[in-house]
T-cell receptor
Framework: DTGVSQNPRHKITKRGQNVTFRCDPI?????LYWYRQTLGQGPEFLTY????????KSRLLSDRFSAERPKGSFSTLEIQRTEQGDSAMYLC?????????FGPGTRLTVL | KNQVEQSPQSLIILEGKNCTLQ??????????LRWYKQDTGRGPVSLTI???SENTKSNGRYTATLDADTKQSSLHITASQLSDSASYIC?????????????WGLGTSLAVNP
């Protein structure tokens, strides 16, 4: 499968715990995006990488959220001290020029 | 404020019928408009992408139209199938560079019944 992959697909955690998600983009796509999507809403932009550089972060990305793309390939999104409001689908997308290709998402449930 | 509005919010049709979904936007400057299909619990999948100079684009049974003057787009689905049941999201880009500025509509939830 040469599409965008995300792991895990589902994560259930208790409030206050830390969680980390991984995204593997399509090979040679230099751009990588993280979005958050809640039920009935469109995806909300969180952050964007070009290669290993994090070029933009949304105001939605509080200081409990951190994203990395250390080698310009896969990326991780970590949420510290999770809150119930963090429950959502976290989507990753990659692109080389225009069109963004999305992964299947990681569904986070914070109890 | 840049906005993308879609109608109807939800739609139920019978298998084999056609339907048309609407998208109005106020995004400026306009770069391109995309339609995505999103199955429940999955990531969005691109159906079409159109720049301001394109009036129509087809992808199988999906045909998108764009009127950049009135800032309206439609997605027409022909001979619907059960697998068309999904959310259809209109997305407009306001940045001609790397398209990272995407403004998302809330989607139209389509249910195709046998």
């Amino acid at each position: 499968d040469t599409g965008v992959s995300q792991n895990p697909r589902h994560k259930i955690t208790k409030r206050g715990q830390n969680v980390t998600f991984r995204c593997d983009p399509i090979s040679e796509h230099n751009r990588l995006y993280w979005y958050r999507q809640t039920l009935g809403q469109g995806p909300e932009f969180l952050t964007y990488f070009q290669n290993e550089a994090q070029l933009e972060k949304s105001r939605l990305l509080s200081d409990r959220f951190s994203a990395e793309r250390p080698k310009g390939s896969f990326s991780t999104l970590e949420i510290q001290r999770t809150e119930q409001g963090d429950s959502a689908m976290y989507l990753c997308a990659s692109s080389s020029s225009g069109e963004q290709f999305f992964g299947p998402g990681t569904r986070l449930t914070v109890l | 404020k840049n906005q993308v509005e879609q109608s109807p919010q939800s739609l139920i049709i019978l298998e084999g019928k056609n339907c048309t979904l609407q998208c109005n936007y106020t995004v400026s400057p306009f770069s391109n408009l995309r339609w995505y299909k999103q199955d429940t619990g999955r990531g969005p999948v691109s159906l079409t992408i159109m720049t301001f100079s394109e009036n129509t684009k087809s992808n199988g049974r999906y045909t998108a139209t764009l009127d950049a003057d009135t800032k309206q787009s439609s997605l027409h689905i022909t001979a619907s199938q059960l697998s068309d049941s999904a959310s259809y999201i209109c997305v407009v880009s306001d940045f001609a560079g790397n398209n990272r500025k995407l403004i998302w509509g809330l989607g139209t939830s389509l249910a195709v019944n046998p």
